[in-house]
């Protein structure tokens, strides 16, 4: 049951950051070189599908680290994990308070915005606070794996 569990939950988180460290890496940098209208499309098109899904998997993710918490929770490794839930935990509430409006507004964007430059401002400020995002996700993550391996 831990082998399952440890492949699942390195399988979820892993390629949950994977995603978002490519939204960071890869997607928004092409978006920046494309022209008002296109971009503003991707953005939205991006806002709206990415959108739909994260939520599920950061979830996902969560109940999978209190899982292996739960599991684990008499070796002495269990701090190292009340960590990554700790971290998870609070990039979930900073997401729904700073990053979801955002993104939400995003989303609703039309490519005949007549203020392109004011919707490329909000995505710049999504994209810094989202790769602070990854970042402490990359750490629970870390915290994780250094535990379940100890």
Not at 13 to 26: D, H, K, P, R
Not at 94 to 114: E, G, H, K, M, Y
């Amino acid at each position: 049951m831990t082998s399952f569990l440890n492949i699942a939950a390195i399988l979820c988180i892993g390629l949950m950051i994977g995603t978002e460290f490519s939204v960071s890496a890869f997607i928004n940098p092409v978006l920046r070189k494309l022209d008002d209208r296109t971009r503003l499309a991707g953005i939205r098109l991006f806002a709206a599908k990415l959108g739909f899904a994260m939520p599920f998997w950061y979830a996902l993710s969560l109940l999978f680290l209190i899982a292996e918490t739960f599991l684990l929770r008499h070796q002495p490794q269990v701090s190292l994990l009340i960590a990554a839930i700790a971290i998870w935990a609070a990039v979930i509430v900073l997401t729904l308070l700073f990053l979801v409006p955002i993104n939400n507004r995003l989303a609703q964007l039309s490519p005949d915005t007549s203020e392109p430059r004011k919707a490329f401002e909000q995505h710049a400020t999504w994209d810094k606070m989202h790769r602070l995002r990854v970042a402490a996700l990359t750490l629970a993550m870390v915290l994780f794996l250094v535990a379940i391996h100890v």
